[in-house]
């Protein structure tokens, strides 16, 4: 009941989005990943899994580099480092994609250390402009909010986005040496 005048935040936001539908073609895909892995791990450091899946990303886009790229009017990018955006919802207010600089430079800790700390000041309004800008690649994280399949938007002109949806425990089949 009622309605409210959009933010300046979530009018800039749509636009972009919009912006992002009409210049690049999205395709989703959906793969499940066995997580039990890095478990053991994440739970010794005291993780979430995000900086796990962002330094296998970072990897992977390093031997994909064509993924670590931007596409500009008729210009595409490769990049060497990977600066990794992060969604972060502002709640109400919107969502903000803070940037890792240089992250294929840090461990999994340094990663959960440095996002920690830009999404804590992207909620409190202290992030710079720097801070927001350069993105070469974008993680988002709805499984966070209990999510299983999203269609995320890529962040243009970024050319790939990757969506981190809930990690849920289900028995599963697996297969051993002898099938």
């Known amino acids: 009941p009622g309605s409210e005048r959009l933010s300046r935040m979530r009018r800039s936001i749509a636009e972009h989005m919009l912006r992002s539908l009409q210049v690049a073609a999205h395709c989703t895909s ?6 039990s892995a890095i478990e053991e791990e994440r739970t010794r450091l005291g993780l979430s ?10 990897d992977a886009l390093q031997s994909h580099p064509a993924l670590n790229a931007t596409l500009e009017d008729e210009s595409l ?32 800790q340094g990663l959960a250390t440095r996002i920690g700390e830009l999404a804590g000041r992207a909620r409190a309004g202290g992030l ?8 070469t690649f974008t993680i988002t994280n709805p499984g966070g909010f209990g999510t299983l399949i999203s269609t995320p938007i890529i962040n243009q002109p970024q050319v790939a ?9 289900r028995p599963v089949v697996v297969s051993d040496a002898n099938g």
């Open 128 to 135: 710079t402009a720097d801070e927001v800008r350069g993105g």
């Open 161 to 169: 986005i990757l969506d981190l949806e809930a990690v849920v425990k």
């Open 30 to 35: 959906v793969t499940e990943v066995d997580m």
């Open 49 to 58: 899994y995000l900086p796990f899946v962002a330094r296998c990303a970072i």
């Open 77 to 108: 990018t490769h990049h060497h480092d990977v600066n990794l955006g992060i969604a972060v919802s502002l709640s109400d207010d919107g969502l903000i994609v803070p940037v890792v600089h240089n992250a294929q430079q840090l461990s999994h």
